[in-house]
């Protein structure tokens, strides 16, 4: 008799929250609690599946054991019609900076819902190096771009900054409301306490201060030295940056200013490989491997 066995992988990664990129670089941010909260920054590594409850995002969270938060909009719609969750079904709310609370549902409305909690919130500080992607895909069609801030919110990446070049010139501001979007949806189905930052499009110049800040800065490049050797004499750091260029490449002037800064050319393989399959490439390979160093 044939089984069938289904694995399933959850990622359960934190990233920081929306930050000044020089701020960041230098220090480690710890999310703000409220109050109430109880701090989980000095233990292990937190399961954030938890018990499986269903978990909605709201901007606001009660405060302590017993209080109520509304929740309205498209969570309210996910929550009673999508889940049909009910009275006295049980939930976790958090809010995208690291604090996690479990409650019920103790009244729905037309437009809304009450949740009280039952527990104290807890906050999760971000968990090992925080990675800042930025990468020239305003080009992208096609839901491409989607695709590469659903996967780099999956992985765990700390921000995501569409980048302005010679061959990539623009990305419309509506396009980054809707990676927003696609952002959110995929902290909450990764079971991400941190929600991972869609900046607005840099120019290129703007991202040099942030590279001389920032060691170790990756810069894909194809022929470049591979990244797994790079990597063998590299350290664990807080922050990193990773450096995608567009479709057609950086030009060379870009390049040089990049290295004169200080990022660092990586080589992918021999194969030339889109902007979002370059950027995943890079990111997951420095996830896993900060992950390892990581005590």
């Not at 000044?20 to 701090?39: D, K």
């Not at 499986?52 to 709201?58: I, Q």
């Not at 664990?236 to 290295?259: A, C, Q, R, Y």
């Amino acid at each position: 008799m044939n089984h069938a066995f289904q694995i399933q992988v959850r990622v359960m990664r934190t990233a920081s929250v929306r930050f000044s990129f020089p701020v960041l670089l230098h220090r480690r941010i710890v999310p703000r609690g409220v109050v109430g909260a109880r701090s989980l920054s000095s233990q292990p590594k937190v399961n954030q599946s938890r018990g499986g409850l269903p978990r909605f995002h709201s901007p606001s969270l009660p405060s302590s054991e017993g209080d109520v938060v509304r929740i309205q909009g498209d969570e309210f719609w996910h929550m009673t019609r999508v889940l049909r969750l009910s009275i006295n079904d049980r939930v976790e709310l958090f809010d995208g900076s690291g604090c996690l609370v479990e409650g019920t549902i103790q009244r729905i409305e037309k437009n809304g819902s009450d949740i009280m909690a039952v527990k104290d919130p807890i906050i999760v500080a971000p968990y090992g190096m925080q990675w800042h992607v930025f990468a020239a895909f305003g080009t992208l069609k096609g839901g491409r771009a989607d695709w590469l801030i659903e996967k780099c919110t999956e992985l765990g990446a700390s921000s995501v900054t569409p980048l302005l070049t010679e061959r990539c010139r623009a990305i419309s501001e509506n396009k980054v409301d809707r990676l927003q979007r696609v952002m959110l949806a995929a902290v909450k189905q990764c079971q991400r306490l941190h929600q991972m930052a869609v900046n607005s499009p840099m120019d290129i110049t703007d991202l040099l201060p942030i590279v001389s800040q920032s060691k170790p800065s990756f810069i894909a490049v194809a022929e470049a030295t591979p990244l797994f050797n790079i990597l063998s004499n590299s350290t664990v750091k807080e922050s990193g940056v990773l450096i995608v260029g567009p479709e057609g490449d950086f030009t060379e002037e870009e390049l040089k200013m990049m290295k004169a800064a200080g990022a660092t050319a990586v080589g992918l393989g021999a194969c030339r490989l889109r902007v979002e399959t370059a950027t995943i490439a890079l990111l997951s390979t420095l996830m896993l491997w900060s992950d390892a160093k990581t005590p």
